[in-house]
């Protein structure tokens, strides 16, 4: 996405989906959970894939990644990233459980319990901007990887590369009983599905 082509109102509309989102995955979430998991109104932007690496602690930070595809009237890659220790204490969420100062390892069920989570927040995602545009999409089963950041980042642009080196970020922050747990939801798709997409909208 080239930011001079980024208009006030297409960045109104990727909060807006960001904020539909949102909305859905707190309810789904809190529902699985059956907990008070909040997630707060997540801030949009369009960064490079080296900013991203920084914003999320540098290209070295080791990160738990949960990603899929999503194919339909438009398609690309979503992306779900935390920092590790992040990661543990949302997984540790579901699982009701509490790991200490212990965040060496994560073991299958850690990353099951990600997947999962991560899986219904990029789905809502991907729902609201089936709803909004009534594109019709779909979304591959997820999968997750424990790496550092550069690692991590480097996929969508060895699969996506054509598209160029940026991609939305939604910068999302869970609220576990007031605890807040930091991650990032980015999209990725080509400079014509964000075009059709603005177009369902009437946005030129």
Do not use: W
């Amino acid at each position: 996405m080239k930011d001079q082509e980024l208009t006030s109102m297409k960045l109104d509309v990727l909060r807006e989906i960001g904020n539909i989102g949102a909305g859905n995955a707190t309810t789904a979430l809190s529902v699985m959970l059956n907990s008070g998991l909040r997630v707060e109104v997540p801030v949009v932007k369009v960064l490079k894939f080296d900013e991203i690496a920084d914003m999320i602690g540098g290209p070295d930070t080791v990160v738990a990644a949960v990603l899929t595809h999503f194919t339909g009237e438009v398609s690309g890659m979503t992306l779900f990233v935390l920092e590790l220790e992040e990661a543990k204490n949302l997984a540790g969420t579901m699982l009701n459980k509490t790991y200490g100062d212990d965040f060496t390892t994560f073991d299958h069920m850690d990353k099951s319990a990600l997947k999962e989570i991560g899986n219904i927040l990029m789905s809502s995602y991907i729902s609201s901007i089936s709803t909004l545009t009534n594109l019709k999409l779909s979304i591959a089963p997820p999968a997750i990887c424990v790496d550092m950041a550069g690692s991590v980042l480097s996929l969508p642009i060895s699969e996506l590369g054509q598209i160029g080196d940026k991609a939305l970020i939604i910068d999302s922050k869970f609220l576990d009983n007031e605890r807040p747990i930091n991650g990032f939801l980015l999209f990725v798709t080509d400079e014509m599905s964000y075009e059709h997409i603005f177009r369902t909208l009437g946005i030129g």
